[in-house]
């Protein structure tokens, strides 16, 4: 996965998403505190995403949301699928309809 980090502002705090593929997961902050990860497992044109997660600080703010939307994009930017494991994220890709393309089909 790429070392890319996109930031965004929710409010007056500075979101940021970061691939951290040492950890295999991408970790989103506000500000400079971890307030969210996905953890991933990435082959060769596939990521599975196993688990997503918000620090309950940070609950009900969308950062769950943004974070796998980051996942997503990047995911899309290296012309890959993507396996969602994880509940939250296939939920989310249920929601979002202009995902369907990357998601993998067995």
Same mark, same amino acid.
């Given at each position: 996965?790429?070392?890319?980090? $996109?930031?965004?502002?929710?409010?007056?705090?500075? @979101? #940021? &998403?970061?691939?951290?593929?040492?950890?295999? %997961?991408? !970790?989103?902050?506000?500000?400079?505190?971890?307030?969210?990860? $996905?953890?991933?497992?990435?082959?060769?044109?596939? @990521? #599975? &995403?196993?688990?997503?997660?918000?620090?309950? %600080?940070? !609950?009900?703010?969308?950062?769950?949301?943004?974070?796998?939307?980051?996942?997503?994009?990047?995911?899309?930017?290296?012309?890959?699928?993507?396996?969602?494991?994880?509940?939250?994220?296939?939920?989310?890709?249920?929601?979002?309809?202009?995902?369907?393309?990357?998601?993998?089909?067995?």
């Amino acid at each position: 996965m790429s070392h890319d980090s $996109a930031t965004t502002r929710a409010g007056a705090e500075e @979101v #940021t &998403v970061r691939d951290n593929p040492e950890r295999g %997961r991408y !970790e989103v902050y506000v500000g400079s505190m971890l307030a969210g990860f $996905a953890d991933y497992h990435s082959q060769p044109g596939l @990521v #599975t &995403v196993l688990h997503t997660e918000v620090d309950t %600080r940070f !609950e009900g703010r969308g950062l769950g949301s943004e974070l796998v939307r980051r996942v997503l994009d990047d995911v899309r930017r290296r012309n890959a699928k993507v396996l969602a494991v994880c509940p939250f994220v296939r939920s989310f890709l249920q929601r979002h309809p202009e995902y369907a393309d990357i998601v993998w089909k067995a």
